[in-house]
């Protein structure tokens, strides 16, 4: 089970961030506290002021070849699971995701 999906508009992602990691990166897929898939990724910034979350967006911006301003935190924001939507073409997002974990 993958932890995005194709929604109107692009995808939803679920993130379980891990900030304040030695490195940025991605840790595989792993399930949440209710058996749902979610993304494990580990970033270097602290949890302080917004800080994981800018990074966090900023981080999948470079890495998905997206602007900032197309990720949107839809709910997490102050949690360490979040749900992401990404802008743009399902397809093409999904393609580049399965690419991140492969």
Do not use: Q
């Amino acid at each position: 089970m993958k932890p995005y999906a194709a929604i109107a508009g692009g995808v939803r992602l679920a993130v379980r961030l891990t900030p304040r990691a030695s490195r940025d990166g991605v840790d595989g897929i792993a399930a949440d506290a209710e058996g749902r898939p979610v993304l494990k990724l580990r970033l270097r910034a602290p949890p302080v002021e917004g800080a994981a979350n800018a990074a966090l967006i900023a981080w999948l911006a470079k890495t998905l070849g997206l602007r900032k301003a197309d990720i949107e935190i839809r709910s997490g924001e102050t949690g360490r699971t979040k749900i992401l939507h990404l802008s743009g073409d399902s397809a093409a997002l999904i393609r580049k995701l399965d690419a991140l974990l492969a």
